[in-house]
């Protein structure tokens, strides 16, 4: 699975973007993967932000982008979404998505190492 993070840029305190996840080799919806997007902010360890699972049925966010940020994909299209309102300054960072075969390996999404594919990360920055 290639994965291909897009739609990062810079915005305002309380602006909006949305980033794009799309993937391709072995597609992501016939093969059964979850995926997650994760952040690493300059100086700070990657860290968890959203999840969904393969048939989309089942999301779930870090305390600090719930109520702001909606995971949501489209397995026909082979896409992954993260909606990001409200943005705030510590809301800046390299994002990236990820791909985890469902059912496969350890059930806690919010881990780095439970993903086996990862994209090239896109640079969000909000300006207060």
């Known amino acids: 699975v290639q994965l291909q993070a897009s739609g990062g840029g810079l915005v305002q305190a309380g602006g909006s973007l949305r980033l794009s996840c799309a993937a391709s080799g072995r597609t992501v919806s016939s093969y059964s993967y979850d995926m997650g997007w994760f952040r690493q902010a300059p100086g700070k360890e990657r860290e968890f932000v959203a999840y969904?699972?393969?048939?989309?049925?089942?999301?779930s966010y870090v305390d600090s982008v719930k109520g702001r940020f909606t995971i949501s994909r489209d397995n026909a299209k082979n896409m992954v979404y993260l909606q990001m309102s409200n943005l705030l300054p510590e809301d800046t960072a390299v994002y990236f998505c990820a791909a985890k075969s469902a059912g496969a390996g350890t059930s806690d999404f919010s881990l780095l190492y439970a993903y086996a594919y990862w994209g090239q990360g896109t640079q969000v920055t909000v300006s207060s």
């Open positions: 969904i699972n393969w048939r989309g049925g089942s999301t």
